[in-house]
């Protein structure tokens, strides 16, 4: 069945360092691809989304492209800060006959120092 | 425009007992899930209404879940009776009529069966 993975972490980073958290879903149909964040004590957050093949979503200084190919869907950022701490997910929604159903990544927990 | 919430934040009960948790959609978003996330995993699809009928409930774990939805405003999910297992976040999302990708969530309610 549809299925999202994601590097597990956590995720420990100084500020101002390069962050890449992986993803890779599974094949099935065309899914549309998100990254959502938890902050601490919020509820989740739509960071990004692409909807097809080789489109690239940004949003906050983090940047996803979506790779058929490699079935990825990896989050960078080039320059984390300390507010960047949070939860973030990776999460596939195929449409169709999964109707509103979003499968989700066990989460990647970003710790980042100062 | 308010978001999505959430009521209670936080229940902790005891195994066999009842817990009832609400959600208030986005006003106007005819579609209402249910999510769920146990013990630091993924985020799971429980259930998907649109209005007041059910149009996916292949996420429900057993039938001690029983979610409702009368009147197509806010949905409840009673759990009932509770055991250990059923401990976790539980997050509701909304979304417009046609738009099910791009779903709103709310700040989730933490459930601890003690």
């Known amino acids: 069945g549809d299925s999202v993975t994601q590097m597990e972490g956590p995720v420990t980073l100084s500020e101002e360092a390069f962050l890449t958290i992986n993803c890779t879903y599974t094949?099935?149909?065309?899914?549309?691809l998100f990254w959502y964040v938890q902050y601490p004590g919020e509820g989740l957050q739509l960071l990004l989304k692409a909807t097809k093949a080789d489109d690239k979503g940004s949003n906050k200084g983090f940047e996803a492209t979506y790779r058929k190919e490699t079935t990825s869907f990896h989050l960078e950022k080039g320059s984390v800060q300390v507010s960047d701490s949070a939860v973030y997910f990776c999460?596939?929604?195929?449409?169709?006959?999964?109707?509103?159903?979003?499968?989700f990544g066990q989460g990647t927990i970003l710790t980042v120092h100062p | 425009e308010a978001g999505v919430t959430q009521f209670p934040s936080h229940s902790v009960i005891e195994k066999g007992q009842t817990v009832t948790l609400r959600c208030d959609p986005i006003s106007g978003h005819d579609n209402l899930y249910w999510y769920r996330r146990v013990m630091g995993k993924e985020i799971k699809f429980l259930l998907h209404?649109?209005?007041?009928?059910?149009?996916?409930e292949s996420g429900m774990p057993n039938n001690r879940f029983l979610a409702e939805r009368t009147g197509g405003t806010y949905s409840t999910l009673k759990v009932q009776p509770a055991e250990l297992e059923d401990s976790g976040v539980y997050f509701c999302?909304?979304?417009?009529?046609?738009?099910?990708?791009?779903?709103?969530f709310g700040p989730g309610t933490r459930l601890t069966v003690l």
């Open positions: 094949a099935t149909g065309y899914p549309s």
């Open positions: 999460a596939r929604f195929a449409g169709g006959t999964s109707y509103g159903k979003l499968t």
């Open positions: 999302a909304s979304s417009v009529r046609g738009r099910t990708d791009t779903q709103y």
């Open positions: 209404f649109v209005k007041e009928s059910k149009q996916d």
